[in-house]
T-cell receptor
Framework: GAVVSQHPSWVICKSGTSVKIECRSL??????MFWYRQFPKQSLMLMAT?????????EQGVEKDKFLINHASLTLSTLTVTSAHPEDSSFYIC????????????FGQGTRLTVV | TQLLEQSPQFLSIQEGENLTVYCNSS?????LQWYRQEPGEGPVLLVT?????EVKKLKRLTFQFGDARKDSSLHITAAQPGDTGLYLC??????????FGTGTRLTVIP
C-alpha cells in the first residue's frame, strides 16, 4: 500500500486563485520531504526541500513566494501554489526519504494541476 | 546541479525484444536508484545499486553500476507490454538528495 499519500490527485482552478496540495507520510515520520514538478513526457525537477520546523530550501529559479511550502508536522508537508497562472499547470509530486538514513524515496501519487 | 543523462529518451520495441537504457553523469554518486513511473502516478523504486561494478537482477531486469559510480545501465530481457513506462535513474549525493535523470519512455508493443 501507499506510504506517502498526496491529495488531491487532480485539481482545476481559475487563474489568480491559490491551490494547496498535501503530502502525508503514512506510518512513518518524515522530517524532510521533497517537492517535484514534472512536465509532460519529462523527468522530475526538484522544486524545494521541505524541512519540518524550519524554512523550506528552494532550488534555483523557483519562486518561494509563489510556491509556499509548510512542513507543519512530522507527517505533513503542504505546497500552496499562489496566484496560479496557466503556466503553473503541471504534475506535482512529493516524496519522503525512507527511514534509517536511506536515500531511496517513497513518492506520492502526484497532483495534476490545471489552471484555466 | 548534477546532471544525469539517460539514453535513449524514447524507445518503442516489440514484445520479446531486449533493450538497454543508459544513465550517464560526470558526477560520482554514493548510490544510484532506478524507478519506473506509470502515467498519472508517482515513481516506484525498482532497485538501488551502491558499489562500483555492482550488478543486480530483478527477474528480467538487470541493473549495473559503473565502476566509477558515475553511470548505470538497465537491461530488460524479453520485454513485455507490462514493462511500458517511464524509467528514471536517480543519483544520491549527500543527505537525502536525489538527482533524477532525464528519463526514458519505453513502449512495448504486443
Amino acid at each position: 500500500g501507499a506510504v506517502v499519500s498526496q491529495h488531491p490527485s487532480w485539481v482545476i482552478c481559475k487563474s489568480g486563485t491559490s491551490v494547496k496540495i498535501e503530502c502525508r507520510s503514512l506510518d512513518f515520520q518524515a522530517t524532510t520531504m521533497f517537492w517535484y514538478r514534472q512536465f509532460p513526457k519529462q523527468s522530475l525537477m526538484l522544486m524545494a526541500t521541505s524541512n519540518e520546523g524550519s524554512k523550506a530550501t528552494y532550488e534555483q529559479g523557483v519562486e518561494k513566494d509563489k510556491f509556499l511550502i509548510n512542513h507543519a508536522s512530522l507527517t505533513l508537508s503542504t505546497l500552496t501554489v499562489t496566484s496560479a497562472h496557466p503556466e503553473d499547470s503541471s504534475f506535482y509530486i512529493c516524496s519522503a526519504p525512507r527511514a534509517g538514513g536511506r536515500t531511496e524515496a517513497f513518492f506520492g501519487q502526484g497532483t495534476r494541476l490545471t489552471v484555466v | 546541479t548534477q546532471l544525469l543523462e539517460q539514453s535513449p529518451q524514447f524507445l518503442s520495441i516489440q514484445e520479446g525484444e531486449n533493450l538497454t537504457v543508459y544513465c550517464n553523469s560526470s558526477s560520482v554518486f554514493s548510490s544510484l536508484q532506478w524507478y519506473r513511473q506509470e502515467p498519472g502516478e508517482g515513481p516506484v523504486l525498482l532497485v538501488t545499486v551502491v558499489t562500483g561494478g555492482e550488478v543486480k537482477k530483478l527477474k528480467r531486469l538487470t541493473f549495473q553500476f559503473g565502476d566509477a559510480r558515475k553511470d548505470s545501465s538497465l537491461h530488460i530481457t524479453a520485454a513485455q507490454p507490462g514493462d511500458t513506462g517511464l524509467y528514471l535513474c536517480a543519483g544520491a549525493s549527500g543527505a537525502n538528495n536525489l538527482f533524477f535523470g532525464t528519463g526514458t519512455r519505453l513502449t512495448v508493443i504486443p
